[in-house]
């Protein structure tokens, strides 16, 4: 099938400056200010919490939310790193090192691409909800831990990484830093309550601002009984942002003597979690934002974008990113409608990286910690969940084991196993959603469609028994309809329609099957008539062969004709 490029790539940026006005680029920077602004704290704390720095948190802003907006195919994206790449990033981090990281986030930028190029963005809204809220949930209680070292100011390092191990090293470690812990509540207080007062200014800005002058002013003159020194900010973890790195090349072995393959091959599975999650995150957030603002995305361009911005960003320190809904709608909610205000956002966030690293440094680790406790608070979900457990089903399993893999686990094998499971229950549904009835003596009109209504009930000729499929012919349903089929005398009943007018496909077993089945009653003296057979399932029966092993009369339109065929089969 052909297709044209601008289907595939077809930057949304393009288009918004053909019709460009110096109004809108008014209300584009604006929103663009804001949404830097508050894209700070997020960028440092994503940045830190995955075990990187500040400084590659606010590369990674910079460089792939101007990439995304760039390139995108939504005019309000606003992308950078999220609170979800927080804990696969940590595991890369702790088993491949920083080189693991980097080449992992290039594979996954370039699987981007090419699930953009094959048209692949329309697919990937279709990962089943209760899979995207399950591991969406887990990573947020994932997050939540590992805030409590910086959070109670425990001071701990070496901390496991696995979500147990990480709860049993906390409680054998257990000491407070109380002042830690009160600038962490005070934080916290400060994000929870800002919303009441005015949803316009984030509560995060307002708790980092306030909570860094209370630090700076206690540290400058309260006394040294007051044990303040033992409050740690940025600056006496990490080196402080003082412009962009110069980009590098990774080495492109884990080990010595290991083959680039090699580690292509050790790195596959977490870059294909990195990709997947990110074209999940970001198309997802395009989605919300497209009903907020009456537009439409193009998803495949969108993912190429992502992939362009995580193919690039590595060389430069970052780490994967991806669209991210809180910064897209507070955008959205500032009047930014083009790309131009996700730009403005990277040039706020570049001067912070210039010009504002002391400041930077001074912020404390508890209230970085706090912020992200919000983040994941917001990430959880907890009203869905809640909605789903009144009513147990299956989804609500699906979102549990789900929920439980990534946090026992990890993300690859929650979203593996999460997919897996939820395509069984879609085949389970569908295969229990479609029915095989068989007909003796009559049929009554007033059921089907395909009869006319001013007819009395059909009668069923002795020797013939009618079986209707109604639902899709697949591999589940062609195994059981085989089954029936064995089962009945062919000198009872020497003549069998098959009624597939509610058949909207038919797969590769359902075609093996019907084939063999032919055959089979070929063999046996029986005949197979086909009735009400679709257009398009018609022309799979030519192009599989099944046509070719039965008289063409025997294939016909409605039962009308199916059942004057058997009556004359039965004649002769």
Not at 58 to 68: D, K, M, R, S
Not at 398 to 414: E, K, N, P, R, W
Not at 418 to 443: S, W, Y
Not at 514 to 530: A, D, N, P, Q, V
């Amino acid at each position: 099938m052909q297709y044209s490029i601008k289907e595939v790539f077809s930057p949304k940026l393009f288009d918004a400056l053909r019709q460009y006005s110096r109004a809108q680029f008014g209300q584009d920077a604006l929103a663009g200010i804001i949404v830097g602004i508050v894209a700070i704290p997020l960028a440092i704390a994503f940045g830190i919490s995955s075990g990187v720095g500040p400084t590659e948190g606010l590369v990674t802003a910079i460089i792939a939310g101007l990439l995304i907006s760039v390139f995108g195919g939504s005019k309000v994206q606003i992308g950078g790193p999220t609170g979800a790449f927080i804990v696969i990033i940590y595991g890369i981090i702790q088993q491949f090192g920083l080189s693991g990281l980097m080449i992992a986030t290039v594979m996954a930028g370039i699987l981007l691409i090419l699930m953009g190029l094959a048209r692949f963005g329309s697919v990937i809204k279709f990962v089943p909800y209760p899979v995207i809220v399950g591991f969406t949930a887990g990573i947020a209680l994932t997050i939540f831990s590992t805030q409590m070292n910086d959070f109670f100011g425990l001071g701990l390092t070496g901390v496991p990484a696995n979500f147990v191990d990480k709860w049993i090293f906390y409680v054998q470690h257990f000491s407070v830093n109380w002042w830690a812990f009160a600038i962490g509540i005070f934080s916290l207080a400060i994000c929870i309550g800002m919303p009441y007062i005015t949803k316009r200014i984030p509560g995060s800005l307002v708790a980092i601002i306030l909570a860094t002058f209370v630090v700076w002013l206690l540290k400058m003159y309260a006394p040294e009984s007051w044990g303040l020194a033992s409050l740690q900010t940025i600056s006496d973890l990490y080196e402080l942002p003082h412009g962009v790195p110069a980009p590098r090349v990774p080495s492109l072995s884990l080990a010595e003597g290991e083959t680039f393959f090699t580690t292509v091959q050790k790195l596959f599975p977490s870059a294909f979690t990195i990709a997947m999650l990110g074209a999940i995150e970001s198309l997802l957030s395009a989605m919300v934002a497209d009903g907020v603002i009456g537009d439409r995305h193009n998803s495949n361009t969108e993912l190429i974008a992502q992939g362009v911005a995580n193919v690039v960003v590595p060389f430069f320190g970052g780490i994967p990113a991806t669209g991210a809904i809180a910064r897209t709608m507070t955008n959205i909610n500032n009047g930014g409608r083009t790309p131009v205000a996700g730009i403005v956002h990277a040039v706020v966030l570049l001067l912070v990286l210039l010009f504002m690293g002391q400041l930077v440094g001074m912020i404390p680790m508890s209230c970085l910690a706090a912020v992200l406790i919000m983040v994941a608070y917001s990430m959880s979900g907890w009203k869905t969940i809640r909605g789903l457990v009144k009513h147990p089903n299956r989804d609500l399993w699906v979102l549990l084991i789900t929920f439980f893999l990534t946090v026992v686990f990890d993300l690859t094998v929650a979203i593996e196993v999460g997919i897996l499971l939820a395509l069984v229950l879609f085949l389970m549904r569908t295969n229990e959603q479609t029915h095989i009835r068989t007909l003796h003596k009559e049929i009554d009109p007033n059921e089907d469609t395909d009869v006319q209504s001013n007819l009395e009930h059909l009668i069923i000729p002795e020797g013939v028994e009618v079986y209707e499929i109604d639902g899709p012919y697949f591999f589940g349903i062609a195994n059981r309809f085989d089954e029936i089929m064995m089962h009945v005398s062919g000198k009872e009943y020497p003549i069998r329609i098959i009624r597939m007018r509610k058949v909207p496909f038919v797969d590769s077993t359902a075609m093996h099957n019907l084939s063999s089945l032919i055959e089979r009653s070929h063999k046996e003296g029986i005949t197979i008539i086909l009735s009400g057979v679709k257009t398009h399932v018609h022309h799979q029966l030519q192009t599989g062969g099944i046509e070719q092993l039965m008289d063409p009369d025997n294939i016909c339109p409605n039962i009308h004709v199916a059942l004057r065929r058997a009556e004359q089969l039965l004649q002769k």
